[in-house]
């Protein structure tokens, strides 16, 4: 799969298991789901995560929006 294609038509979630500067995947897939918007993240892309939480996140704001709600995410 290159960049340019999304998900492709047999693309499904995978389930990670997010540790300390990397992760290992657990069930095959092409992406995951962030923890506060839901949209699909590619795991070539899969930036930000919370091994506390094993979350992932599709940006730096939606990290401060599940870590800090009562400042609204700033």
Do not use: K
């Amino acid at each position: 799969m290159n960049r340019f294609e999304r998900f492709p038509s047999s693309s499904r979630e995978a389930e990670v298991r997010y540790l300390d500067g990397d992760f290992r995947v657990v069930r095959p897939g092409t992406f995951v789901r962030c923890a506060v918007t839901g949209q699909p993240i590619p795991l070539d892309e899969l930036r930000y995560w919370s091994v506390d939480l094993q979350e992932a996140y599709s940006s730096p704001q939606a990290v401060l929006a599940r870590l800090h709600p009562e400042r609204g995410g700033r």
